[in-house]
């Protein structure tokens, strides 16, 4: 098993191609440069939100603070002291695990959690391009550069910068989406296994993933394979929860005491607002543009509506938006010919950017 894993790593390092990745680390950095510089002087422009449990308060003469508001501390609670009460369940185990071991070397939680952010960012942004040039026969770098605009200065992409587990689950479900459109359905499984332990939305992906099987008509027992294992690590938090708390739904229970889940539908239309509609209708487009194109990614755009459907609130819809990314692709390539159109927008989705931000490290907002 060993040597196997071995062969498997070394064709992976085989295929790295050093200056994708040396762009992915050029744009992930301007990024977390440009929310810093932002979030440092954002006090001139927005005053903190005065309610503490916006913020993390345990290391507050770390300056890298503002980038650790809402639901952000809680994944650090949870690396520090595990799942102390069945609320915290809502918070998937990857990230705190990986927290909690980088904090024994670093001797920060917060620096240990914007490290594994930091670096997923890059390994996201990695991937992102290597599927961009997959789908769309691209070779050289310079032009992919349009599309990727739409990803990192996406509505809420501050969230990639910050304590949470968007730049991992990025990471994670582009690798795992990756790898299933070149056929290598063990490291495809390898990825969604520890997705699904990241964000509860790694079932998405996974039924993305399913999709893409059956569009290259594999055979149900590889099909099976992959799911089977995909789905492992969350079973083995089911079992967790089981034993912790005796009840291996407790995640959800957790989310109901949020507001999600409660299925009072005409709350959920009373409370869309602008730009969670003007998504809506983007993801609709989406389906439509990759209909003839990629049935699977026409199906996945559709499915970010069972978020608010399901969980009856658009209550971190927006956020949970940034792994729609054939919705992005669809908005590039509809406007590349179009100049104004294409530079009204991009200066349109840099205004929300920048007010999410400065929103964000204010602690207004954390969805």
Known sequence: MMN????????????INHKELFLAFLLALS???LVFFIGFYNNKVIIKNPDPAAHYLLEPNNPLKILSNWDGPNYLKVARSSYSNASLT???PLYPILIHFLAQVVHSYLDSALII???SL??????YIKILKLEFNKKDNFSILNYLLFFLFFPTAVFLVATYTESLFAFLALSAIYFALKKKYFLSSLSSLLLAITNIDAILVIFLIILIMFENKENIRKILGYTVLALSSII???LYLKYKFNSPLAFLASQKSQGWLNHKYLELITGLNPISLLFVILLIMSAKYWWTRRKSFSVYSLSFLLIPILGNQFGGFNRYLLMAFPMQFMIY???KNKPKLLTASLILTTICWSYFVFQYVAGYVGG
């Not at 196997?4 to 295929?15: A, P, R, S």
């Open 31 to 33: 990024l977390i440069l």
């Open 90 to 92: 809502i918070f998937l």
């Open 122 to 127: 890059v390994l996201a942004i990695y991937f």
């Open 333 to 335: 390539d509809y406007l």
């Open 4 to 15: 196997f894993m071995e062969i498997k790593f070394k064709k992976i390092l085989k295929t």
């Open 117 to 119: 952010s930091w670096i």
């Open 236 to 238: 083995s938090y089911l």
